[in-house]
Structures are given as C-alpha cells and as structure tokens.
C-alpha cells in the first residue's frame, strides 16, 4: 500500500492521542466539578464514551497479531472465565473456539470497525447534553444570560481551539515522523507465536493503571471486579461528591487530594507497565486503595467537612478586584 507506514503510524498514534486529549479533559472535568448537577447526564455520556474507545482500542490493538497482540487478547479475554457460571462460555464465544485463533481476529476486527460509529453517536449526545445546561467554567457558578461573563463563540472560542489544535497537530506529528513506535512495545514486531510466552506482557499505555489494579489483587475474580469496578465507579461520581461548591480553585483541603489522586493514577500507569513482583507489586495495591479511596472516603467526607473559599459572584469578578469579595460571595451551603 502506497504510504501504508504513513497511514499505519496515524492510525496508532492517533488513538493515544485521542487518550491523551480525553485524559486531559476527564481530569480537567475533575477538578472543576463539570460533572455535578445539573451536568449528570453529560458526565455519565462521557464515561460510556470512555468505555467504548477503551473496547475499541484493546480490540484495535490486537489486529496486528504480534506477540503482544496475542497475548494481551489471551489474557484479557481469559478474565471472563472468573464469571461464575458463565464465564467459560463467554471465553468461547469471544475467541469462536478453544484459543484465540483466526476467528477471534475476524470477530475483533468487525467490532473495532463498528464500535467508533456508536461512539460517533454517543459523542453527538454528549455535545446535545451540553447545550441544556451549557458549559461549566473554572468558577463554577451558573450564568444567566445575557450576561457580561459571556463572550460570543466566534472569533474569541474559535480562535482559542484552533490555536490548540495546531498545537496539538504538531506534537501529533512529531510522534508520527519522529518516534512513531516510542508509544508502542517492541515485542509486537513479533509475529505471534502461541508457543512463546513474552517476558512481560503489558498492554498499550492508556490502559496501564487499570492493568496494575487488575495484578494487585491475587484473587483472579478480585481482580476483574476491582478493574471494572474502577471504571463503573465513575459513573456514580456526581452522587459521591457531597461537596456544595463546583470548582476546586475554592475548595483548599479538596485541590491537595486531587493532585494526590493524579499522582495515584500516574504511580498506577508506571506499575502496569512493570514485573507483578516486589516493590512494584507494594505500590500498585497502595494504589489500587488510594483510587478507590479517594471516591469513596475523601470525597464524601471533604465535601462535607472542608471550609470552602469565598465564591465570585461573577468570572469577572475575581480578575477585576484581584479575588472574591466576602461581602458579595456565596454562602458555601447555597447551591450552586
């Protein structure tokens, strides 16, 4: 094929950096509380899109057929064996047969080819959710319009978001033409061979922390409830946070658990892609309880205990007086 390396390395790379621009905006939505009331719903979209191209992307990676291809599809399929009851026949079902094998390829294949045109509808709900309640902003307050903290989209957001594309289109192509295999492991050069098992089998990098949560738990089905169980958590999210107040920027005690919690996700991404053994192992568990922690104790717990700073009435208000003026902002128990 004319340019297939060209068209290979796009394709590959461009689905990290779709990752990346979408762990960029899930932390920002984080820490800015974009999915508290009335943004639920847009939230919960955006987690089933999340899902979806995390399905595509294993089901994308293991097209190529290399050993890491084989083997991450041979283990990760096999987790659906730890159902009781129904698992063995699942596993079957997914390879079409005993191992994985051609028809397991035909399978993936097809489904990797239709799963991004669900995620194309689903992203045009998402953005149909958003414009009910509209946009969230670093202060978090609501706008009513017409109102002076609004700018028209054009040119001010356009001109904004392409600048950002542009520089995101660099750095896209600086990965395709200048290290196009820095994101991927090298053992997939490999054909694959179901006689040689690879030293370590680590699938692609935006699936690292949920991989170092699944080996941290001995129990196999431990593993698999706890893995999916730190996607579905997600999902749940709006409801956990019993915080009144919207962004982070007014919230003193909550912003340091946040940044704790990045680090969390970081420290887990770096023990996936290591040896289940050690030191390694200590730290992906002492992960593994602080991601789920951080959901299920601080949040709850911060939010109804943390002292907030004084909230803006307005965006402008904190640029043109140099902060938010207590006689005018918000009582922390309003809602917001």
Known sequence: VNYGWLIRYIHANGASMFFLAVYIHIFRSLFYGSYKSPREIIWIIGIIIYLLMMAAAFLGYVLPW??????????????????????????????????????????????????????????????????????????G??????????????????????????????????????SPNVLGHSDNYIPANPLVTPAHIVPEWYLLPFYAILRSVPDKLGGVILMFGAIFILFVLPWLDTSKVRSAVFRPIYRQFYWIFVLDVLMLGYMGAMPAEGIYLVLARVGTIYYFA?????????????????IPMSISEP??????????????????
């Not at 951080?294 to 700073?309: A, N, Q, R, S």
């Open 141 to 178: 307050i609501d706008i009513k319009k017409p109102s002076k903290d609004t700018v028209p989209f054009h040119p001010y957001i356009t001109i904004k978001d392409t600048f950002a594309l542009l520089m995101f289109m660099i750095i896209f192509a600086g990965f395709v033409f200048f």
């Open 66 to 139: 290399g050993q890491m291809s084989f083997w991450g599809a041979t283990v990760i399929t096999n987790l659906f064996s730890a159902i009781p009851l129904i698992g063995e026949g699942i596993v079957t079902w997914l390879w079409g047969g005993y191992s994985v094998d051609n028809p397991t390829l035909t399978r993936f294949f097809t489904l990797h080819y239709l799963i991004p045109f669900l995620i194309l509808g689903l992203v045009v709900l998402h953005i149909w959710a958003l414009h009910v309640p509209g946009n969230n902003n670093p202060v």
């Open 319 to 336: 640029v043109l007086t140099g902060g938010a003026d207590p006689a005018l902002a918000r009582k922390d128990n309003e809602k917001i």
């Open 294 to 310: 951080h959901f299920i104790i601080v949040m709850p717990v911060v939010g109804l205990l943390e002292k907030t700073d004084p």
